[in-house]
């Protein structure tokens, strides 16, 4: 184990890991990407292995943080000033652990029964808590438009706990030729389809879910087998993207448990 103390911000290690961090297309290029805090590491270590690197900040970690680095004691390790560690996780109170990793594949099964399919999700934390939701709820993949934000920046990572190392997720698809192909029906989500709670949802079903702000595009709506919408108070427009996607998810898994 080899161990770093940098201070520079010009240090090229930390410009590496800096461009990881901010940039789809560099970790895309390398193949890797940051995790952060203890809960996501400890994860990773679990279905995959050791990390390349762990990266922690001057001063105190959490106890947690302690323990982890303590049972990776022969992992490579580099610690940086408060505000440049600062620079590379996500969020304003970190454990004091950051893991520079390899992205994991996670194969698709061969026969999809139960699917979510997301246009242009922007927000990372509401698709890292839909990914989080989906593995939950039994999703067998889940499809992501050109237009979804990137499932392994570290703030969805974040958000999602976990769920990316283990759920099927396939990135830069066309979602209108995909729900083409898929062998069930297709449900697009929107303010006035037919109740989702009307619905068979005990064979091969996929939810299509759109952008936060947009919705579904018309495209995609029209693709769908049926449009449908979810009951309300008459007072609040709709759900937010990652609420809606949770109400659908689990109303199918109670109607297929309870078949």
Not at 156 to 181: K, N, S, W
Not at 217 to 243: F, G, Y
Request: with cysteine.
């Amino acid at each position: 184990m080899s161990f770093k103390h940098i201070t520079s911000r010009d240090n090229a290690v930390f410009k590496h890991l800096k461009k990881l961090a901010d940039n789809k297309r560099e970790r895309n290029k390398e193949g890797k990407t940051l995790l952060d805090g203890v809960h996501l590491i400890a994860g990773y270590l679990q279905a995959f292995g050791e990390p390349e690197l762990l990266i922690i900040p001057e001063g105190k970690s959490s106890q947690e943080a302690v323990a982890l680095m303590q049972d990776l004691a022969d992992v490579n390790t580099t610690m940086f000033p408060t505000l440049l560690f600062a620079e590379l996780t996500p969020v304003a109170s970190s454990t004091g652990i950051l893991a520079l990793v390899k992205l994991p594949a996670v194969a698709v099964p061969e026969k999809v029964d139960f699917a979510l399919m997301l246009e242009d999700i922007q927000d990372p934390g509401n698709l890292g808590s839909m990914l989080r939701t989906a593995l939950g709820a039994g999703v067998d993949a889940v499809y992501l438009s050109k237009g979804c934000t990137d499932a392994w920046s570290p703030k969805c990572l974040r958000g999602g706990q976990g769920a990316q190392f283990y759920l099927p997720i396939i990135e830069g698809v066309d979602i209108i030729e995909t729900m083409t192909h898929f062998e069930g029906s297709s449900y697009a989500t929107t303010l006035v389809g037919e109740p989702l709670y009307a619905q068979d949802l005990t064979k091969p079903t996929a939810f299509v879910i759109g952008n936060e702000g947009a919705g579904l595009s018309r495209d995609a709506m029209n693709a769908a087998t049926q449009q449908i919408s979810i009951p309300m108070n008459a007072k609040l427009e709709s759900l937010n993207a990652a609420a809606a996607a949770a109400v659908c998810l689990f109303e199918r898994q109670r109607q297929a448990t309870k078949a």
